[in-house]
């Protein structure tokens, strides 16, 4: 095997892998807006504005001010991870868990494409009502499909179990918007008032979403 050597260096960058994580941190706090976030969900905010690249993201963020609290709870005593995507599910770091918590991502049970065409709905959707055995003071994790966090939140209004905290934050251009509305306006116009961090308007996304995950999961940066 031809012996690696590191192509000749040409820009100057940081290439150090600490320097790099610390110097990212310092940079989100130096540029963010945080003064609006609850200060026990600041490093959510951090993490979630290190996932996404954009310092701007804290003027869209609504996190209920019990989300730190009750998601760190429930994780610290043994509560599984609910996951609508493959890609959420491995942005968490095991690592981080504090209580070797289950993360769970049924998108690709062989159940899911007959459910999503007996409900007339996304496969994505129909995976969530395979969560129920799991879903009782869980930690749900949605981060990609608006369909999903539509079908958890008519689930749960049809008396089905109830998570700890919801990490909702699907993205895209069409229900994306109005799912993480409905997801704020919960408490309000059905009074469930379930823990949650969102973003509204379009943005979101599995990096987003594992983000806010890893730092409910262990509050240290």
């Known amino acids: ?23 990212s941190f310092a940079t989100i706090r130096r540029e ?3 003064s609006r976030v609850p200060a026990d969900a600041e490093k959510v905010a951090v993490r979630m504005i290190h996932g996404s690249g954009q310092v701007d993201l804290t003027r869209d963020l609504v996190i209920h001010p019990r989300l730190a609290g009750a998601a760190r709870a429930a994780l610290a005593g043994g509560a599984p991870i609910l996951c609508d995507a493959t890609m959420v599910a491995t942005g968490v770091t ?21 459910l999503a065409r007996a409900f007339g709905t996304t496969r994505a959707a129909a995976a969530v009502s395979l969560w129920e055995p799991w879903l009782e003071g869980s930690v749900v994790a949605i981060g ?3 369909t999903a966090l539509f ?30 509305q409905a997801l704020i306006d919960l408490a309000t116009d059905h009074g469930i008032d379930i823990p949650y961090v969102t973003v509204t308007g379009r943005r979101g996304g599995s990096a987003m979403t594992s983000s806010a995950l890893n730092a409910l999961a262990q509050e240290e940066e």
């Open 1 to 23: 095997m031809t012996e690696l050597r590191r192509p000749t260096r040409r820009y100057p960058y940081v290439d150090s892998g600490p320097a790099i994580y610390v110097d």
């Open 32 to 34: 963010a807006d945080l």
């Open 94 to 114: 095991a690592a981080r868990l504090p209580a070797d918590n289950e993360v769970v991502c049924l998108l690709k049970d062989a159940r899911v494409p007959d």
């Open 144 to 146: 990609n499909a608006p």
């Open 151 to 180: 079908h958890l939140l008519e689930l749960i209004l049809d008396g089905g179990p109830r998570p700890a905290a919801i990490v909702g934050c699907p993205v895209g251009f069409i229900g994306a918007a109005e799912s993480k």
